[in-house]
């Protein structure tokens, strides 16, 4: 495993293990995974592949039974405990099985002092990296015929440092691999040395106490305290915010009362039983019973968003999307972490939320510090204002705050209005109306228009399907914008319709603004995206379409002394409106991949790779392993509704109505 790289071969939260594969780990004892030497991409890698395959995380080493780290030598793994505030003494028999392994004694420098004191802490404290990256005999240990894994000699009273690549080689051989090979220090928990007042000091002891702070000062200049160090290299957010003062959460601890609570915990649902991770396999309700608490978790992941840690995105969505598939109310924490894609994390912050929620007197309006950060932190609350714009992603919000300086939209308006994009500045122009979203009567009215513009510019054409997807069909209340698929039965009819359906819209001034125009399906034929390799797997949606900006050119013209004025503003709000065509043969595709959430919609893919070895697209559905070949999922589908049906049961994922496939 190449721990240097970007590119390690650790997996990452893409990946979909098996039901086998998920519990790699989970006889395992809890784990903690230094930071020494790793990048902060490495380190969350690291940290994801253990808990994707049922490993115990834990951010606190003195919680830790085992230690994984990019470390070579007993004697610096020693020294990263215990400037971590792990004393530790020698494992006895690790002398024994480090002779097996062939490494050698530790040295010990010369010395004329006869004090013994004065030896031992003469001891050489390599502080060197050189040796790190060497195997030291472990390769030929990885065939995992040859081991049975054993955690019965592991108690709280242990701590055993292992080589990171025992994670990568157990994970390779779909088994927790036996710890000996990859073994660097083993050793028993100690209690700290008492501190000696300096009054007391001997003076025939002064030597051997100045080579102890010697040592202990060359421990601290290489490797920072946790507190400082870990911090420094997992956070991402603003330094000059309240934020990025903050600590990491603490693990939840399953309290004593709750381990004798009589209680009976409900039914868990099969998807729980059977540890289910993809979304697309359960229903998720537009309110679910546990709204509240996933509302604040939201604003946690968008905290991730702002603050560019996808893998943090990708965790909390994993997650939300099994609170939200919950039919329970959530008594306690506990049962959080029984749930697919919840670790102790989770639960921890279920513990503040639902204490906050009792010193407040409700049941359910608690609420997590972490997640108030959205609305406290000055630094955030910026970002969040610039990353509402239509147009502006994350790392575009960051560089209006941290590069140009701006602090709010006048001052992209005042200093820096040529400088955006077009659609930038239509995004700050109309943003609070599109902040306000759409209601269903409205989004109707839209796609009524739509639909009837379609048939005008195709002649002697009847049947243009006109379909509302997105948030609408989810049965929102008020969507963001309005999705609406068009389609027919006739290739020739879908074929260039959106240039014809736009450019009409905009002679009767529906359309202000067109953002963007893509003829992507009408200049491949129509025909499911070619399948290339996962280059292409970012562009999930590859037909033809138009994002623009809406309002209705209809209004009541006051007057004025009896005069109407013809240069009278137009009152009605601008809407974001998004028209794509969809060819017949895969309008069920189109409509699955346009009427789900976002989680919902990634795991179709996810579990379309892993179970069938098939990519999924908007377009349609190709083989991978056969030169990309189409499978036509549709076929006997006499309706839209019966062809998106047909794929959802095909691809093996059941069929469940778009009112439950809110994952978040």
């Known amino acids: 495993m190449e721990l240097d790289a970007p590119s390690s071969n650790l997996p990452n939260r893409e990946s979909c293990p098996d039901a086998q594969s998920e519990s790699i780990f989970s006889d395992q004892p809890s784990v903690f995974i230094l930071p020494t030497h ?122 055993t440092v292992l080589k990171l690549e025992w994670l990568d080689h157990s994970i390779k051989a779909g088994k927790a691999l036996a710890h000996h090979p990859f073994t660097v220090f083993r050793g028993i928990k100690a209690a700290p040395p008492p501190q ?17 702070r010697a040592k202990a000062d060359a421990v601290l200049k290489d490797s920072p305290l946790p507190s400082t160090q870990f911090h420094a290299r997992r956070s991402k ?62 604003k946690i992941r968008q905290i991730r968003e702002l603050t560019l840690d996808q893998i943090g995105v990708r965790a909390y969505s994993t997650s939300i999307a099994a609170v939200a598939a919950y039919p329970y109310i959530i008594q306690r924490p506990s049962e959080i972490l ?41 630094v955030l609350r910026v970002l969040n204002t610039f990353y509402q714009i239509w147009g502006v992603g994350a790392k575009t919000a960051r560089d209006f705050y941290y590069h140009r300086g701006w602090r709010d939209l006048d001052d992209i308006v005042e200093h820096g209005w040529n400088t955006l994009s077009r659609v930038q500045q239509i995004g ?10 759409v209601p269903r009567a409205e989004s109707e009215a839209i796609a009524d228009i739509v639909g009837d ?59 202000t603004h067109t953002l963007s125009l893509h003829l992507t399906s009408t200049l491949r034929e129509q025909q499911t995206l070619p399948f290339h390799g996962d280059e292409t797997g970012k562009h999930f949606d590859t037909l033809d379409k138009a994002l623009v900006v809406w309002q209705d050119p209809h209004f009541d013209v006051e007057s004025k002394d009896g005069v109407h004025s013809s240069r009278q503003k137009n009152p009605n709000p601008h809407r974001r409106v998004d028209i ?31 179970a069938h070895s098939w990519k999924f697209d908007s377009s349609g559905v190709r083989e991978r392993t056969s030169g990309g070949h189409v499978v036509d999922l549709e076929a006997g589908g006499n309706t839209w509704e019966e062809r998106e049906k047909l794929v959802m049961e095909r691809l093996g994922i059941g069929w469940r109505p778009p009112g439950e496939r809110c994952s978040r």
């Open 38 to 159: 790793l990048t902060l991409e490495i380190l969350h890698q690291a940290e994801d592949a253990l808990v994707q395959h049922g490993g115990k995380l834990t951010y606190d080493i003195a919680e830790a039974s085992l230690v994984l780290g990019k470390i070579g030598q007993k004697k610096r793994a020693a020294l990263e405990l215990r400037s971590r505030g792990i004393w530790t003494e020698e494992f006895p028999g690790s002398k024994e099985e480090n002779r097996k392994l062939g490494n050698p004694p530790a040295k010990r420098r010369k010395t004329t002092q006869p004090d013994s004191a004065l030896k031992a802490a003469a001891e050489v404290v390599d502080l060197g990296t050189e040796s790190e990256d060497e195997q030291d005999g472990v390769k030929s240990c990885h065939d995992p015929s040859r081991h049975v894994v054993s955690t019965s000699s592991i108690d709280s009273s242990t701590v």
């Open 196 to 212: 000696i007042p300096s009054k007391h000091i001997a003076t025939d002891k002064l030597p051997s106490q100045i080579l102890q």
């Open 237 to 298: 957010e603003p330094p000059d915010g309240a934020y990025s003062q903050r600590q990491p959460p603490t693990l939840y601890r399953q309290t004593t009362s709750e381990r004798e609570e009589t209680v009976t915990p409900p039914t868990q649902p099969d998807w729980v039983r059977d540890q289910v991770l993809y979304a697309c396999m359960r229903s998720a309700p537009l309110h679910p019973p546990n709204e509240d608490f996933i509302s604040q978790l939201v």
């Open 338 to 378: 029984s749930l697919p894609g919840c670790e102790a994390k989770i639960a921890h912050l279920f513990a503040e939320f639902q204490r906050d929620g009792r010193c407040n007197h409700t049941d359910d309006d608690g609420n997590i510090s972490a997640a108030n950060a959205l609305e406290t932190d000055p």
């Open 428 to 437: 700050v122009k109309f943003y609070d109306e599109f902040l306000d979203g």
């Open 453 to 511: 513009h379609a048939n005008r510019v195709r002649p002697g054409i009847e049947g243009v399907d006109c379909i509302i997807v997105g948030g609408y069909r989810r049965g929102k209340e008020v969507s963001g914008d309005v999705d609406i698929i068009l389609t027919h039965r006739d290739d020739e009819v879908t074929r260039n319709l959106i240039v014809d359906v736009v450019a009409s819209l905009e002679t009767e001034k529906y359309i």
């Open 580 to 610: 794509i065509i969809s060819p017949w043969r895969t309008v069920g595709c189109a409509v699955l991949g346009w009427s789900g959430d976002t989680t919902f919609q990634r795991d179709i893919r996810r579990y379309a790779k892993k």
